[in-house]
């Protein structure tokens, strides 16, 4: 025999239609049927990520021992903790930009975005250059043409105003544009991130005193973190000894702590470096979070 259906009973007069449901609502949790109305738990939404990695190191002019591995390596640690990534190592001007179009074409999608980028950067006029493996930098002209904007792909993750917004740039490794300086119009406004370890032409060594300046400080919009492997003005060099760059290395051993606030991770992350290092080499970010952000909530979805 079918079950009866069963028809709730329509509004008195004068009786608005919310308060009968809030009546009925009462009789039913009185009836045995409790269970129904219980608070439904609080759930934390899972924040999906997705992350740009590029690790550039076979330079004509100076090849780089470490960038791939970085690559691979925050690769690794981001998908551990349940990011999607697409890595690209050893990338040309035309397939930097192609990668970077697509990424912030579809970046709108996640809630935490990531670029990582590993290899050889140059400053020029305050605005900071990521340098594909086919460039070579004559002059200032050739860098504008050939360099990838850094502040450009940041104002581009800031148009996105909902979400997170994390540039990591581990650009402070030996110069390969050093015996150009010199040709440029003025050199005392070109800076480079580089080591002293560079072999320079003679024609080169006044601008010595200039590549030691870094990368110019950048501007993170509201919502965005930018982090530098070494402070403004300052350089480091390439890790011959380990896989990885020190900076990474250490990033990399930290991303996934659970609870770990972002702005945290990096201080610890800068604190052992600069230790590491002896003071030499002291990581830099600039961030415009307005709240808390952990790459991994602990157990109960929290941060901090």
Request: neutral net charge; contains cysteine; aromatic residues 6%.
């Amino acid at each position: 025999m079918p079950p009866e259906s069963v028809n709730f009973p329509g509004p008195r007069s004068g009786v608005a239609p919310d308060a009968t449901r809030r009546r009925l609502l009462r009789c039913l949790c009185g009836g045995g049927l409790a269970l129904l109305c219980q608070p439904a738990p609080t759930a934390h939404p899972k924040r999906l990520g997705s992350a740009l990695l590029i690790g550039n190191e076979r330079y004509a002019a100076a090849p780089l021992q470490n960038p791939a591995n970085d690559a691979r390596a925050m690769q690794a640690a981001l998908e551990r903790i349940g990011f999607t990534t697409r890595i690209e190592i050893d990338a040309d001007y035309a397939n930097m930009l192609g990668l970077l179009r697509e990424y912030l074409r579809r970046a709108e999608d996640s809630d935490v975005r990531l670029i990582f980028f590993a290899g050889h950067g140059v400053q020029w006029q305050g605005r900071n250059y990521l340098i594909p493996v086919d460039a070579a930098i004559r002059n200032e002209t050739e860098l504008l043409a050939r360099g990838v904007d850094l502040g450009m792909i940041v104002d581009r993750l800031a148009a996105l105003r909902e979400g997170v917004n994390v540039v990591i740039v581990d650009a402070c490794r030996n110069n390969p544009f050093l015996p150009s300086v010199s040709g440029l119009a003025d050199v005392r406004r070109l800076r480079m991130r580089g080591s002293k370890g560079n072999a320079l032409s003679a024609n080169a060594l006044s601008a010595n005193a200039l590549a030691a300046n870094g990368l110019a400080p950048e501007n993170a919009p509201n919502g965005t973190l930018v982090a530098f492997s070494t402070s403004p003005g300052a350089v480091s060099v390439d890790n011959p000894e380990g896989e990885n760059s020190i900076y990474t290395a250490l990033l990399v051993e930290r991303l996934a702590t659970p609870g770990l606030p972002v702005e945290r991770l990096f201080k610890e992350v800068r604190a052992e470096v600069a230790r590491r290092t002896g003071q030499r080499q002291v990581p830099w970010e600039n961030s415009s979070l307005t709240g808390e952000f952990c790459f991994r909530p602990d157990a109960e979805g929290r941060c901090g």
